[in-house]
């Protein structure tokens, strides 16, 4: 089975910066994805930003594009996403996963990690 743990939340105010770093053990999938989400007080889980294992694609939900940075190094044990110019509607808890298969609705999702608060103000 693959296991997540993130880390790295925490509070800060409007544009500033956070690394969640996403230790990962057990994945051996080759097409596969490696995913950032989150889940905003009473909103539903949302895709954040995805890692391609098959062609090391990554893609982004729109409202992150240019300021969030997922990556993935060649083992595919570390995941990390760069949070850039923070916004207090990026306030949310977020969660790594993983999955067999690139979907982007977290229904669909295998594996998640505990999931990491991040508080920014304004």
């Known amino acids: 089975a693959v296991r997540l743990v993130g880390s790295g939340g925490g509070s800060l105010q409007a544009g500033g910066s956070l690394e969640l770093i996403c230790t990962v053990s057990g994945y051996k999938y080759s097409t596969g994805c490696l995913y950032w989400f989150r889940q905003a007080p009473g909103k539903e889980r949302e895709w954040v930003a995805r890692a391609n294992s098959g062609t090391g694609r990554t893609s982004y939900t729109e409202s992150v594009k240019g300021r969030f940075t997922i990556s993935v190094d060649n083992a595919k044990t570390n995941l990390s996403l760069q949070m850039n110019s923070l916004i207090p509607e990026d306030t949310a808890m977020y969660f790594c996963?993983?999955?067999?298969?690139?979907?982007?609705?977290?229904?669909?999702?295998?594996?998640w990690g505990q999931g990491t608060l991040v508080t920014v103000s304004s």
């Open positions: 996963a993983a999955n067999a298969v690139c979907y982007s609705d977290y229904k669909l999702i295998s594996y």
